[in-house]
C-alpha cells in the first residue's frame, strides 16, 4: 500500500520517508511515541470528517501499551454441572474500542 502526503491514515501522513516509511503528525498526547511508522502499520482511513479518538480516560504502560483493566462487574451466577459449581463474573472492561464484557 502506498499513500500521498496529506492522506489521512489514522493520523495525518507528513512525509514519506524511503520506499516503506512514513513520517506521521501525532497529537500532543502522543509526543513520546517516534512519529516515523513503516507502512504495515498505518491502515487507510476512509471517513471525511475527523475521527479523533479522545485519550482521557485510557491507562498507557512504559511502552506506551494500552492497558486494558476491568472497571465493574456486571453480573455474577453459579453455574451447577452434575458434580461442580463453576463460578461465572460477568465484567465489564475499558477499551480502545469502546465497553467491552467478559
Not at 495525518?12 to 502499520?41: A, D, I, M, Q, W
Request: include cysteine; glycine fraction near 4%.
Amino acid at each position: 500500500m502506498e499513500f500521498q502526503v496529506g492522506e489521512k491514515v489514522m493520523l495525518k501522513v507528513l512525509e514519506k520517508v524511503g520506499e516503506v516509511s512514513y513520517k506521521l503528525e501525532l497529537p500532543e498526547e502522543l509526543s513520546r511515541v517516534h512519529n516515523t511508522f513503516h507502512v504495515s502499520n498505518l491502515k487507510k482511513c476512509y471517513a471525511d470528517e475527523p475521527l479523533a479518538v479522545p485519550l482521557d480516560g485510557l491507562h498507557f504502560d512504559d511502552k506506551l501499551q494500552f492497558v486494558e483493566e476491568p472497571v465493574e462487574i456486571m453480573d455474577r451466577e453459579v453455574k451447577r454441572l452434575k458434580r461442580s459449581r463453576i463460578p461465572l463474573v460477568k465484567v465489564l472492561w475499558n477499551s480502545r474500542r469502546g465497553p467491552e464484557f467478559t
